[in-house]
């Protein structure tokens, strides 16, 4: 045993040591950062949370083609908004920007107000650029571009669809105040928020 039970393990050690690759934390591309970051990342913030669902939710009030046109608009423009921000075009006043979109939406929702397919579409676009020019900004070094928006687009596209399924059962129900509360409490926390960010 004595000395080459010794010097084995060393060089076994030092082989394993040469033969590794360096780890890939931060490589482009790496999975861990793509899709499914990129799909959480609506996900963890109660304003990107509050903005999409109230997008589904006033879809819902509008209904018609405004039903899946202005969530649409939404999704299209925010993907506008990430490019922006991966090319390094600078959005001023993000945080507010996206503070006020809650804020707006809620009272939308809150007082029924109805628009025309097409300036709902543009509204909600406008505000759309702030939540994706922040999705952008925030994506992780590692991500592949591609996979982490689409994750983000389908995050958002599925919590537009929750804010239309609230809305329409809130019609079917013939209880039509409780989407108006729901507007009334993303106001409320959209305007606590732009107070915050100011």
Partial sequence: MGRNATLRPC????????????AAAHTFGAGGAG????????????DHLSAMIAVGLWA?????????QAPAAFVVTLAAGAGLAVLGVGLPAVEPGIM????????????TVR???????????????????AHGAEMPEA??????????????ALLHGVGVGLGWAAGRALLPALARAAGAAFAAAGLWGLVLAL
């Fill in 143 to 156: 991500a592949n571009p591609f996979l982490y928006a689409g994750g983000f687009a389908l995050a958002t």
């Fill in 100 to 111: 006020a979109s809650v804020l707006v939406l809620g009272l939308l929702i809150a007082f």
């Fill in 35 to 46: 899709f499914a970051t990129g799909f959480a990342h609506p996900l963890v913030g109660l």
């Fill in 115 to 133: 628009l025309r397919p097409a300036a709902a579409m543009a509204l909600v676009g406008a505000f759309a650029l702030f939540h994706g020019h």
């Fill in 11 to 22: 060089l076994l050690a030092i082989g394993a040591a040469l033969a590794s690759q360096p």
């Fill in 60 to 68: 819902a009030q509008l209904g018609g083609r405004a039903l899946w």
